[in-house]
């Protein structure tokens, strides 16, 4: 059975963690913000309101779904692709950035589940002193209440959130605290336009004659990229080699800087085909991503990231035939 919690220490091995630390300590809302302490911090995140919560809700996703269940500050203003690809390379999945958040003395986030979003929760956290913030959960196999204890310094905590069943955590703090929280990024997420920092997916990808990517002889082809959404939900990003993958810039990537190079986040997973014809003759064509390609190949030493691969069978069926009118 695998680990439910994962507990890493010395973790001064992720890039500019100190300067995160500092510019969300030194940021103009954590200073100005309305924070006090209504309840007692043990009384929030006990075992026993633990047992009154789950008695009374049956499940609580967000600990701020309660009143006075939640006193940190919350804040999302940090540039932090880099950490997004960090997480993703080291734990194995797709990374998401779920927000920057100050516990200062008597801080909490009182028991919640975020059952909402299975998958893996990573979190940077930096604490002040020895010993006097913690992590808190209850196994959900053994239901034993677990408490993490933190050193002073940057360290990380991992965990699951189960597709099935409920994992039970809370956060307490008697000393300055940092976290920076990563989830796993959804294929259902990639399509969500109603959340304005996801880039959603939209655009074409054409396929015409006399252009060296068509797919079908002598017939014009596109696909809408909207249309794939059916195709991405339930899988999971599989990491790809750069070299093997042909994509509309390949021979250029300077091709690719435009407006949209200067947006696009390559912290979002891109989307391939698997044995679809290519002018390269690769084993994965680009469907989605090119930008983001781009940005790696000219602007850092990535050269491996994570795509969601369609099938050859997958990619025909989303197809549409002559060009966009």
């Known amino acids: 059975m695998a680990a439910v919690f994962k507990h890493f220490e010395n973790s001064k091995a992720v890039p500019e963690l100190d300067r995160y630390r500092d510019r969300i300590l030194s940021f103009d809302s954590i200073s100005d913000c309305d924070y006090s302490v209504t309840r ?16 009374r809700y049956g499940d609580i996703v967000f600990p701020l779904d309660l009143p006075d269940n939640d006193n940190r500050y919350i ?23 779920s927000g920057y ?5 008597r801080g909490y986030s009182g028991w919640h589940t975020n059952s909402d979003k299975a998958g893996d929760r990573v979190y940077l956290v930096w604490a002040q002193e020895d010993n006097k ?3 808190r959960y209850q196994d959900p196999h053994s239901g034993e209440i677990i408490t993490q204890w933190e050193k002073a310094g940057w360290q990380i905590n991992h965990f699951h959130v189960p597709e099935r069943g409920l994992l039970w955590h ?21 399509v969500d336009d109603d959340e304005e920092d ?15 990517w ?21 899988k999971e990003p599989i990491v790809v080699a750069h070299e093997e993958i042909a994509w509309k810039a390949r021979h250029d990537p300077r091709t690719a800087l435009d407006a949209r190079y200067q947006k696009c986040d390559y912290g979002y997973p891109g989307i391939l085909a698997e044995g679809v014809a290519n002018p390269y003759h690769l084993k994965y064509r680009m469907v989605d991503g090119k930008h983001r390609l781009a940005k790696m190949t000219l602007e850092t030493n990535i050269r491996r990231s994570p795509y969601y691969i369609l099938s050859r069978d997958e990619f025909l069926a989303a197809m549409s035939m002559g060009k966009p009118g």
């Open 214 to 234: 068509n797919v079908l002889p002598n017939r014009d082809s596109f696909i809408d990229l909207v249309d794939l959404s059916e195709f991405l939900v339930g």
């Open 101 to 105: 958040f100050w516990y200062p003395y």
């Open 75 to 97: 804040g999302d203003f940090l540039d932090g692709d880099h950490l997004e690809t960090y997480v993703s390379n080291t734990f194995g999945f797709t990374a998401r950035n």
């Open 170 to 190: 809370c956060i307490g703090s008697y000393t300055n605290r940092i976290s920076i929280g990563f989830r796993t990024l959804r294929p259902e997420d990639l």
């Open 133 to 135: 913030s913690f992590f």
């Open 40 to 55: 007692n911090i043990e009384q929030a995140v006990s075992p026993l309101r633990l047992q009154q919560l789950k008695r």
């Open 198 to 212: 996801y880039p959603g997916l939209h655009g074409l990808h054409t396929c015409f004659v006399g252009d060296r």
